[in-house]
């Protein structure tokens, strides 16, 4: 089985910096895009940054200029480096692994951590 563990969230003041990060693990063979979505209360979840195994990237607009993704394909890890923070980045912040090949199970099947609490004060 795989799974996916976050970490580096908090809470910081607005114009801070948080960097967060997710490990995946288990039988992985492949993991073709990884990303980071949140979602804030009485809000739908929403993409934030993701980051293929080849390296493009896709920002949501309201991050673009602020947040940076990046990847260890060795390491299976993707992190998010979050600058210039404001209150309307709080949101509980979730990893998406997707289309995660492994050796046992060559069907490709998408995961999700358990997502890790930012909170931007103002």
């Known amino acids: 089985q795989v799974r996916l563990v976050e970490s580096g969230g908090g809470l910081v003041q607005a114009g801070g910096s948080l960097r967060l990060s997710c490990a995946a693990s288990?039988?992985?063979?492949?993991?073709?895009?990884m990303g980071w979505y949140r979602q804030a209360p009485g809000k739908q979840r929403e993409l934030v940054a993701a980051?293929?195994?080849?390296?493009?990237?896709n920002y949501a607009d309201s991050v673009k200029g602020r947040f940076t993704i990046s990847r260890d394909n060795a390491k299976n890890t993707v992190y998010l480096q979050m600058n210039s923070l404001k209150p309307e980045d709080t949101a509980v912040y979730s990893c998406?692994?997707?289309?995660?090949?492994?050796?046992?199970?060559?069907?490709?099947?998408?995961?999700w951590g358990p997502g890790t609490q930012v909170t931007v004060s103002s």
């Open positions: 980051i293929t195994s080849g390296g493009s990237t």
């Open positions: 288990g039988s992985i063979f492949s993991i073709n895009a």
């Open positions: 998406n692994a997707r289309e995660v090949v492994t050796t046992t199970l060559r069907k490709p099947l998408d995961y």
